[in-house]
């Protein structure tokens, strides 16, 4: 997987996992989607790159109440595909359309 280098800020080490937009991560860095237990979902990113995670693979992750295990089931998510996902559900919200976000 190859991403485009980008004009963004590094976000602050310190402030990872802390609410950071996503216009603050540099588009090097690969997204994944991980899900947990009880099918909840979340979008992380790995600031790692000689690490080579798939999907399947477990992965623990900080999370805003400390670390949590799941297995990544998207490995090849694109800030642009994110970015319309989260689009799409604001329209769903603002239309008043009661399905799941």
């Known amino acids: 997987m190859q991403r485009r280098s980008s004009d963004a800020p590094v976000p602050n080490l310190n402030d990872l996992g802390k609410g950071v937009p996503l216009s603050s991560v540099p588009a090097s860095w690969p997204l994944y ?3 947990f237990k009880a099918g909840r979902t ?26 949590d295990l799941g297995t ?12 319309a996902f989260e689009r799409e559900q604001r329209e769903r919200v603002a239309y008043g359309d009661g399905g799941p976000l």
């Not at 979340?42 to 999370?63: H, K, M």
């Not at 990544?72 to 970015?83: A, C, G, Q, R, Y």
């Open 33 to 35: 989607i991980v899900e």
């Open 42 to 67: 979340d979008l992380f990113y790995l600031t790692d790159l000689s690490l080579d995670i798939r999907v399947g693979d477990l992965v623990i992750v900080e999370a805003d109440r400390g670390k």
């Open 72 to 83: 990544v089931v998207n490995d090849s998510i694109t800030l642009k595909e994110v970015e």
